[in-house]
Structure formats: C-alpha cells, structure tokens
C-alpha cells in the first residue's frame, strides 16, 4: 500500500465533559484507562526483546510484524499462514475486554513511542528517559481510526452539535457478541474547528486527559484539495530567512533583476513577557532555596514554578504561531507574482555552542535556550506543504541551507568581515555595510541557488551565486603603520661609499659658490634649471621643466 502525500492537519477539539451522564464519564475514563496499561505492556515487551525487534540499517525502527507474532494468538488464519495457539505474551489473556483491533491500534502507538524514544538515545548530547520510566499516573492515548472504530456525527440536541461515536468493547468482547457497544461523546465545536473539518476527510481520531484534566479530542484529517504551485511562466525568485533572537524574523527576496526588498518581523510582546516569566522564575528559585537550606516546607513553591512553566510555555507557542502565520501570508502573496523558492537558515549545534563554561555569559545562554528556532522550522514547513509545496526531496522548493558564517561574510564581495554591534556588519575589504541579518539572508539565499542546479541560470537568479563586487587588489587594502619610519623615500640619491668627489666639489670651497646675477653655482652636482613660459603673458610653467638633482651631504670617498 502505497502511503499518500497529500498533507495532514490535526484540529483540537475540546469534550463537553459537563454535557455527559456519569456513565458516560465513567465508561470513557475506563476505556482511556485501559488503553494506557496496554501501551504500557508493549513498550515493555520492547525493551526487553529490543535486539531482536529492531530493523532498518541504522536499527532505528522496530519490526511491528514481529511484535505481533509475539503478542496476538492466531486461530483463523489463511491458507499461506500456520496458526499461532501459543505465544510468549499473550495479550488477548491478559486484557480480555480490549478487542483484537483496539489492540493492534495500541501496538501502533507503542511502536510509535518507542522509535521516538530511539531517536532521542541516538543523540548522545541529549539524555532520553527511558519509556518505562515515565510517570505512570499519566494516560498514553491512541489512534481511533476512522470510520471503523470511531465516527463523527451530527445530531442537533441542546447538549451538543457534534458528537464522537466511539466503539467501545469492555462489555462485548467478554461476552462473545460481534456488534460492540457505542459510546457518544459531545464535542464543543467552534466555526473555526467546522472550518478545518471540511477542509478534507477525517482519518483518525485520539482522546486525551491534558495536565489540568481537561478532556480532548484531536482529529486527523487528511487535505482533500491543495493550492497549485505557480507555473513555470513567472520568473523565479529566492526568498531567504534569516531566524534571529532581537529581531525574530529578517527576509530578503532576490529576483533576476535586484535585490527586491528586506522585511523584519519582530516580536516585541513576546521578549516583554519572557522577561517578565523569567523574573518571577528566578524569585520562586531563590525563595525554594531559601526554604529548603531552612528546612521548610517548599511545595508550594515548586507547584508555582510549575504552573508558571506551564504559562511561559503556551505564551511562547502562540506568539510563535503568529509569527509563522505572518509568514505564511506574506509568502502567498510573494507566491502570486514569481515562482518563489524559500531559503531557511539551518542552525544546527547551536545549543551546544551556548553552553555553560563558554565564556559567553548568562544572557547570552539565556537568550539561545530561548530560541524555538525548530518549532518555527517544522511549524513553517508544514505549513506550506499545506499550500502544496514540496517540501521533501532535492527539487524542493522550501530547503534548509547551513547557516555558518553567513552572517560575517560579505554579500558584496565574499571576504570576512566584522560585526561592531550585534545589527550591523561591516566589511573593510569593500566597504559594504548593513544590517547582519538582512547580510545573514542574502548569504542563505545565495546558498540555495548554489546548492539548486535549476536556479543557476546566467540569465537568470545565477548572477547572484558569485559575489558582484570584486576585492580590492591587496597593495590598496594593505595597512602600513607610519611608526618608527623615515618620511624620506626607500630609494634615495644619497652619496655612498666610493662615489666620485668631482660631483662634490663645490662643497670642497666656499668661495666657489656665486652671488652674482645670471650666475650659477660651480657645482657640478647641481643641474641648471630654466623655467620657460609656454606663450607670452602665460604665467604658467611648462611641463618639460628639468628637475634638480638632489645632494644630501657631503661625504668623501675614499
């Protein structure tokens, strides 16, 4: 089976919880209950059988076929499969009221958390907790599909306008009876989530308890119809995204023609709030130590420090939702006037390069450990598979270029520069000077267009894969210091040793030296110099006068 491209959104919805019979609230509790002991059983299952369920070439995956001959008995089977009567856990013993597909859907998540896990442990610079490590009073949720175990349907009743039919087998499936019993759930639907529905066709379905018990339901739904692309016919253009901390966003646009233009998008609000986060943080720290070197009670205090988190946290996804949002809009209508490709800086290792010890200060760790530059990326790319973009593969027309050293180099002419202040760079090669992040996107930019064969066009965008302007030739750039160096020439008409002593003979006598008019030195050293005007009544002095040479002093050869 071949999985689809087509882009998946999920939309949030909360559960009228106030709306249901307390049966309903008891049933759907048990149901979700249940469903977190059995994705706890196979993750356990996992770990300790990990070496022979993993795949792949990298052994990043597990091999859910595996998993599944090792869990689920098979008594009716086809002719090219043997039964299974035993097996080394059997599941359909252990959780008799769970279904044989509400089981498959739970191994589906499990295999899901535990290849996440995988990928964590993979990185050595970050610690990943163990899966059976995690705190058990917190329910795992599962993928209902739909409309095979769950439905969304609509009945207009006072308490709600859509519901879930759930498919629900604590009962049924003891019994032996092959129809399930049904579960309805009200939803509290917004235009905005009936907006979303119809945008395509809900595949799936999970409902969720979050940490101030409220009760959820997020529905997956797959985009039936998607924006065309541009066609061919518009001329090309480059859109590079320079992420930054001061100024959240910098774009520039490069087209055939210019450099078109430079926006910033700034997030003023958010800094604001995360200095103000940030300050309550470091009083709620300081009283929990406070009590705790006295030996006081400190929950209370870590209960804040958590609610607080919590606060920052939602502060900074909305404002990095809008931000993405503004993007997104200002690109569409970039999108309707070029055939446009995006450039985004790829700051990879840049955590580590703010950790403590690197001389850099607090504020400065403080400020990159803030940075939800991965957020923005995925949010950003999403959402323009959603307005069908290719996002995947190397025709892609959204890629992530390496973003070193494009913000010290020179757009101009390629040299190293310098950065006097955090927003302005200068180079003293060509003496360019800009901003540094609209320098930083001009650099991304160029990346793109060199690592992408269909924009270097002579003609076309591949004018800007070289720099335009040529370095100063080194003589010119180089610096000399005027310390410690004589005013005089390198090369000097200075009498040296064995030179001639008729060429100094007027230094020999006074008396050789004449006052008289129309009378010259008996100098031999001493060249006569006659000035000639060009024309009568021209004060000017002809330019094939001859030059005097020069004597420096008298010293006698020997």
Known sequence: MVQSQTPVISVKIPI???????????RLTQIMGRDTRVIRALVGIIEANELDLLRGRNRKRIDESKLHAMTMTAVRTTCDTNQRLVVKYDLKARFPRASANELTECRRAAVANYESYLALRAKKWRRA??????????RIPRWVYIPYRAKLVEHRTRAARWWINLRDSLDSTPEGRKTHDRLLVPLKTSPFHLSQLRRGNPKALQ???????????????????????????????????????????????LTPKKVSETRYFYQEDKAKLMVKYDELVAQLQQEFDTRKNKGLHYEGVLTKLKTLRLKREKVAKEHDRLLVSQLLAYIKTLNEEFELYIALGRLKGIRGSARKGNYKGRKFRGMVHRWSFSRITLSLKHGLSQLGWKVEGKSARFQTVPEAWTSILCWKCGRKGIRP????????????????????????????????????????????????????????????????????PSKDDTSHLGESAAIHSAQLSLLDFGDGVQKSDDDLAVVRTVEKLSATGDDAIRIGQKREARTTGGIQSR
């Open 16 to 26: 009228n919880w106030e709306a249901m019979t307390k049966r309903s609230r008891q």
């Open 129 to 138: 907790s163990r899966p059976c490590e995690i705190n058990r009073s917190r």
């Open 207 to 253: 409902v969720f308890k979050d940490r101030e018990g409220k009760w959820w339901t997020t529905v997956a739904v797959r985009l039936s119809t998607v924006e065309t692309s541009p066609s061919n016919q518009q001329s090309a253009a480059v859109l590079g995204i320079d992420l930054g901390i001061n100024r959240a966003v910098c774009t520039t646009l």
């Open 421 to 488: 202040k955090q927003s302005i760079f200068v180079c003293h090669t060509c003496g360019f000077r800009t901003n540094a992040d609209r320098n930083g996107s001009l650099n991304i930019a160029r990346r793109l267009i060199k690592l992408t064969p269909a924009l270097r066009d002579e003609k076309g965008l591949g004018r800007w894969a070289l720099p335009e302007r040529a370095p100063a030739p080194k003589a010119a750039r180089k610096i000399r210091s005027s310390k410690r160096k004589s005013p005089l």
